[in-house]
């Protein structure tokens, strides 16, 4: 998945996968955490690639054999 938004800076970047760690001041900053969890419980991955001004670019790797 990706947009064209502002992207997203490197230092901020860094932490997005930190528990607590939140841009938003109503955010509990366990979003992304849970995902990733779930996702490499799963053995499986997940990335988050950005340039600013260039959008973001999130990418997950699912088993094979996963439903559609």
Do not use: C, N, Y
Not at 24 to 49: M, Q, T, Y
């Amino acid at each position: 998945m990706a947009d064209s938004g502002p992207g997203i800076d490197a230092a901020v970047r860094a932490r997005l996968f930190e528990p607590f760690f939140s841009t938003k001041s109503a955010g509990s900053g366990l979003g992304l955490v849970l995902v990733k969890k779930i996702v490499e419980d799963h053995g499986r991955g997940i990335s988050l690639d950005s340039t600013p001004g260039q959008g973001v670019r999130v990418t997950v790797w699912l088993p094979e054999d996963a439903a559609p």
